[in-house]
């Protein structure tokens, strides 16, 4: 299908008296082709990823209520139809409305699912709160989805990670790896930009949501987690949620006896948070939450930032 494209791209150039054999006019019509060898790679990844899906006969997915654990579920259940469960894993960690958004979309698109309660809070090498953080994390998880998978016959875990999450600093692609948790978005190439589009594509209504880690990163590494400290970034966090931010991170930081909410926000939102009411309004939520002092980082919200640490510091426990 592609050849027959590049024939009438040719044909067109050709057809309005350019000669197709210049390098100028080659340059030219690969501008052309570029969007379709996209669309046809897109294709070709969807297809691949169908067919991996449908090869996998039953399996549960860690479903978080983000684009890419959405968009595997929805295949899934395509290929799959009751072979599949959606598996949400509901902690201190989960913002409320998070969880909700994430029952609301699956009931919408008449996926099945289940919620689970995990408790890595109760283990002292999560809630130390290690670089390897997440390690701990997705180990409670992917056991209790293991359990779930042999009791009810599934044959397989999967999750939502993408060929893009293999660069980061992410613990929990060895937890998984440990759980034997496949990873079909990886399987089949899908970057994040190809799962937003094809899920624009579906009509997923999540489509560009942005990307929201659990709130357990709001924390420098080495300070320690507890359910009273996610509360109040939890708080906070659905404060700027319910006045219509959307990229933005509250990082929890102490001196002392003193707490420190500072406010991450994407260049979009610079201005709105200048208005005197709006921050009026932000830091009497934020004190209420518990915070004894509310600041605004001037750098552009960056998802990980405070992995930048990890350059510095080392505070690691061993797996």
């Not at 509901?90 to 009931?107: H, I, N, R, T």
């Not at 090498?125 to 701990?136: G, L, Q, T, V, W």
């Amino acid at each position: 299908m592609q050849y027959w494209r590049l024939a009438l791209v040719r044909a067109f150039f050709i057809g309005i008296g350019l000669n197709v054999d210049t390098p100028a006019t080659s340059d030219l019509i690969a501008h052309f082709m570029s969007p379709v060898k996209r669309i046809m790679t897109l294709q070709h990844k969807t297809a691949e990823l169908r067919r991996i899906l449908t090869s996998m006969e039953s399996l549960l997915i860690g479903y978080s209520g983000g684009i890419d654990s959405t968009l595997v579920a929805k295949l899934a259940h395509e290929t799959l139809g009751a072979g599949m469960l959606a598996v949400i894993g509901d902690s201190e960690s989960l913002l409320p409305s998070e969880l909700e958004e994430a029952k609301e979309l699956v009931e919408l698109e008449g996926i099945p699912y289940r919620i689970i309660h995990p408790r890595e809070l109760d283990n002292p090498n999560y809630s130390s709160n290690p670089s390897n953080r997440c390690f701990f994390c997705k180990d409670e998880l992917f056991t209790m989805l293991r359990d779930l998978a042999t009791k009810e016959g599934f044959r397989f875990i999967a999750d939502g990670a993408n060929a893009d999450d293999a660069g980061d600093h992410r613990p929990g692609l060895q937890a998984a790896a440990e759980h034997q948790v496949r990873h079909p978005l990886q399987e089949a190439g899908f970057t994040k930009n190809d799962v937003r589009e094809l899920a624009r594509e579906l009509g997923l209504s999540n489509w560009d949501k942005p990307a929201m880690a659990c709130l357990a990163s709001r924390f420098p590494y080495g300070t320690e987690i507890s359910q009273k400290k996610l509360a109040m970034v939890a708080e906070a966090e659905e404060t700027l949620k319910a006045l219509g931010f959307r990229n933005y991170r509250v990082r929890h930081h102490e001196s002392g006896k003193d707490t420190i909410a500072r406010i991450e926000l994407s260049d979009d939102d610079f201005d709105r948070i200048l208005d005197s009411k709006t921050r009026a309004e932000i830091d009497t939520a934020l004190r209420k939450a518990g915070y004894q002092f509310v600041a605004l980082d001037l750098q552009d919200f960056r998802s990980g930032r405070l992995n930048d640490s990890l350059k510095k510091q080392l505070v690691q426990l061993k797996t």
